[in-house]
């Protein structure tokens, strides 16, 4: 129960004060209460916020004999998540202060931005933590397929092996979930296509044995997250180059197209745009000339690419010495493909032709230029060296790449360019992203670096950034993860945004989604405790674009489609809702596209507001940018605009009341009916098979009181009495047909939960409907007891007599109204006793009653303790 009080702050000096909490906020030690503008701040010493780069590096080792040396990671890095890891793999939980959940541990050693130490330390932590798995594992799954029983039998240990071994087993599906998270971060996080840090053996053996696994037995999940890594890492770095080269140099150039497009269906990977970029400065023209190429069409898969070609004019290639390949297009967004614009592209082999391109750049001749993009085929930041010097190699490619576009503009400017993107390939690691916009004076959109150049309008940002300001949290090449602050400081969401171009069909749909929400989720997970959350709860908003479209479907197949999304989210509630839980993910939503002549883009949602109930919209397009214009429900036709479906009214009121419940530590009441949901399903998916779930396990009906009697009443968080009940239809496992339960809660975002008359008639109307009808009634209590409030009206009004006018200190004789003001409240008031001073009728404040004024009803005083004892 939270306790009321009133208490005065007093400030050493003068100051304007800004309340950071509303009234009526459950507030707890070390809470801002509010900020001070000081009339005169050189009276104290303040703290301001550093800004600027601000490296922490360890001391390095030198290796004998050399001048230099390079950082080491160091094992505290990793060891106290190792640890905590090994110890849940053994079968035990976590101990206080270690991330509660073996995902979440595993996310803490895979660090966005870590260097190739800092990858070689998370890639033996990954080798420890499988040859643990494996050695609690790989005695029962030798007994999968008939001897299950045998285990005391065939056992050639001593009894506390056994024991020990028996405790880890007993954690498998935690087990699982650890290791399965480890090899999705070991494909997501490493980006092996790039990374100099070679696979060590003795992880490709324990990944190889994974691979080997039973398919029964609870070790699914694990094999085949093992072979599809494998598929991916099987070949050294040098290998997949010599292939690609070999591609590059066979086939012709009208077959690039093709070419861009080709998938692996059996590795599961496309030759990455990284390893392509690899050779925009070959020795061989021909070659430079189809990597360029490539890679422009690799870059806009899911856009129309009408024409392709290199620019070999005299005119431009003799006016641009700094260049070593000019690239020409014309292209369309997706949904957009009437509407033709053209992109340019100049290929540099380092950064220092950036002075000779400012002095000398002959563009096309062609009209208008839309974006143009640079390509600089080699940009070292001191790869290999120590943190600090590559920061400020970063920090100085930063600025020259910035001095560039500007010295350049007017040129932009002259053929109306909307954009320049900026890629900086790097030895050993992924290339660099930059972006600039005319519309921000050519300077850098920080919010999208790192981006490749068609992210940001696949995922929609620039949707999300007309309602929120945006703080990157990372950035990587096909996804966004940033934390959203809203326009009006109020709200606050964690958007995960990524895009996908691997190619599924009705058959592989539900089985994608279900791998792409659990790498969204180990995405957030790595961020639950950044620095730039703080101690935020802000929900998490996932939404994936599925860019090619859905193969061999047509409108029909729309339903199917719903139906395959709402049995993905389904199933990741059942298996994972307390995970989902624990992230605070409020919203999933993919963007898929229907095979038909014109592609046909819908728009799939799930949200916990809805009890993770699936709608479909149906888009419609802006016919010159591809943007999304309206949304169609394919079930009701109710049209929504792009701001309603980034904000429903609904969500976004509930978001605001989630966010004080949650700030009072407990729950919000409107959430219980989904938490039910996700609890019904995992008892569902324990008793029959996720896949044999029945539909609607929760039917739940709110009552509201009106008058005297409570009736059926939706009130989407619009209540304002803090008591709500629902009428719940429950389908268990034991009654599979249903039974009722009466649900009462306390609504703490309502005056804190407190008890008024109002309140107390709502209890007990509903526990009366409970034993009326003979139901259970469930009564979920989180409240701050009997509502204890002040006359708000008065407040204003009252007039303080003051002992010594000229000294406060000496107190006040009595309180009092003056005449016209008591004359303006309605009768039963106040109580009082007229006197005289100077001339002036004073009325004596005996008593404050507040009847019939508005801040009264309810009740605020011990009329609400009337329900207690």
Not at 296 to 323: C, F
Not at 419 to 440: C, D, E, I, Q, T
Not at 628 to 649: A, G, H, I, T, W
Request: with cysteine; net charge negative; proline share 5%.
């Amino acid at each position: 129960e939270a306790m009321k009080m009133i208490m005065s702050l007093r400030a050493a000096n003068a100051g304007r004060i800004h309340q950071t909490l509303g009234a009526g906020a459950i507030v707890a030690a070390g809470d801002l209460l509010a900020t001070m503008d000081l009339a005169d701040p050189s009276k104290v010493q303040t703290v301001r916020p550093f800004s600027g780069p601000f490296v922490l590096s360890r001391q390095p080792e030198a290796e004998p004999g050399s001048d230099d040396a390079t950082t080491r990671p160091s094992d505290d890095d990793v060891g106290a998540s190792s640890r905590a890891l090994e110890a849940a793999l053994s079968g035990y939980r976590p101990a206080p202060g270690l991330p509660d959940s073996g995902v979440g541990a595993v996310q803490q050693l895979f660090q966005p931005g870590a260097g190739d130490a800092e990858l070689a330390s998370a890639l033996k932590a990954a080798g420890s933590l499988m040859a643990t798995f494996l050695d609690n594992e790989r005695f029962f799954a030798g007994l999968v397929g008939g001897d299950e029983t045998q285990i005391i039998k065939r056992f050639t240990g001593d009894p506390e092996e056994l024991l020990a071994k028996l405790l880890a087993h007993d954690a498998l599906p935690e087990s699982t979930e650890i290791i399965a998270s480890l090899l999705r971060s070991l494909s997501s996080s490493l980006a092996f296509e790039s990374s100099g840090v070679a696979l060590p053996d003795d992880l490709r053996g324990h990944i190889t044995e994974l691979e080997d696994l039973p398919d029964a037995g609870g070790y699914g999940q694990l094999k085949l997250a093992a072979h599809r890594l494998m598929l991916e890492v099987n070949k050294p770095l040098n290998q997949r180059r010599g292939e690609v080269r070999s591609l590059l140099v066979d086939t012709a150039r009208k077959d690039l197209p093709k070419l861009a497009d080709a998938y692996d269906a059996e590795r599961r990977v496309y030759f990455g745009l990284d390893l392509i970029s690899s050779f925009l400065s070959d020795d061989d023209h021909s070659v430079r000339v189809k990597a360029a190429e490539l890679y422009v069409l690799r870059m806009l898969r899911g856009y129309t690419v009408h024409d392709i070609d290199t620019v070999e004019s005299k005119e431009v290639v003799d006016g641009t010495p700094a260049a070593i390949l000019h690239v020409l297009w014309t292209f369309s967004a997706p949904g957009a493909p009437a509407c033709k614009r053209t992109g340019y592209a100049v290929v540099l082999r380092d950064v220092t032709a950036y002075e000779s391109l400012k002095g000398s750049w002959a563009m096309p001749a062609t009209g208008e230029i839309d974006e143009i993009h640079l390509f600089v085929a080699s940009a070292s930041t001191g790869e290999g060296g120590r943190l600090e010097k590559r920061e400020e190699g970063k920090q100085q490619i930063l600025s020259s790449t910035a001095n560039l576009v500007s010295a350049i503009a007017p040129r932009l400017d002259g053929k109306k360019c909307k954009s320049v993107h900026v890629m900086l390939a790097h030895f050993g690691r992924a290339p660099s992203h930059l972006h600039y916009h005319s519309a921000s004076g050519w300077k850098e959109i920080c919010e999208y670096r790192g981006m490749r150049a068609t992210l940001p309008h696949l995922i929609e940002l620039a949707h999300i950034q007309r309602e929120f300001s945006l703080c990157p949290l990372q950035h990587g090449r096909v996804f966004a993860l940033d934390l959203g602050t809203a326009r009006d400081q109020k709200t606050e969401v964690v958007f995960a945004r990524g895009a996908t171009h691997i190619r599924t069909g009705l058959d592989s749909f539900e089985d994608k989604a279900v791998e792409d929400l659990l790498t969204s989720f180990d995405i957030i997970e790595r961020f639950l405790h950044s620095p730039a959350l703080g101690k935020k709860q802000p929900p998490a908003h996932i939404f994936l674009h599925v860019v090619p479209p859905i193969a061999s479907t047509t409108d029909r197949d729309l339903s199917y489609v719903q139906l395959l999304f709402a049995s993905a989210v389904q199933r990741c509630v059942a298996v994972y809702g307390s995970r989902i839980l624990k992230l605070r993910i409020a919203r999933i939503e993919f963007k898929v596209w229907m095979a038909t002549t014109t592609p046909t883009p819908v728009r799939l949602v799930a949200s916990s507001s809805l009890a993770w109930e699936v709608k479909a919209f149906q888009e419609t397009l802006d016919e010159r940018t591809g943007c999304p214009l309206s949304f169609k429900d394919v079930d009701s036709s109710e049209v929504f605009d792009s701001m309603q479906m980034l904000r429903p009214p609904v969500e976004t009121l509930r978001g605001t009341k989630r966010g004080i419940a949650r700030a009072a530590g407990s729950t919000y009441i409107y959430d219980f009916p989904a938490l039910i949901r996700i609890s019904l399903m995992k008892l569902w998916s324990k008793a029959v098979g996720v896949e044999q779930i029945p539909s609607q396990l929760v039917v739940a009906r709110e009552l509201a009181l009106e008058g005297d009697e409570l009736v059926e009443k939706e009130q989407e968080g619009k209540n304002s009495v803090g008591m709500v009940v629902w009428l719940l239809t429950l389908k268990t496992p034991e009654y599979p047909s249903g039974r009722e339960v009466v649900l009462i809660g306390n609504d703490v975002t309502v005056k804190a939960g407190s008890f008024g008359l109002a309140e107390d008639e709502v209890f007990q109307k509903a526990s009366a409907l409970a034993r009326a009808r003979g139901l259970p009634r469930v009564y979920i209590a989180c409240n701050s007891g009997a509502r204890l409030g002040t006359v708000e009206e008065l407040k204003s009004l009252v007039q303080i007599a003051w002992a010594d006018p000229a000294d406060s200190t000496k107190g006040f004789d009595y309180l009092y109204l003056r005449e016209a003001d008591l004359a303006s409240l309605p009768p039963d008031s106040v109580r009082s006793h007229p006197v005289s001073v100077g001339g002036e009728t004073r009325h004596v404040l005996d008593a404050i009653l507040g009847l019939n004024l508005p801040s009264t009803k309810g009740g605020i005083g011990v009329e609400n303790l009337q329900g207690s004892g």
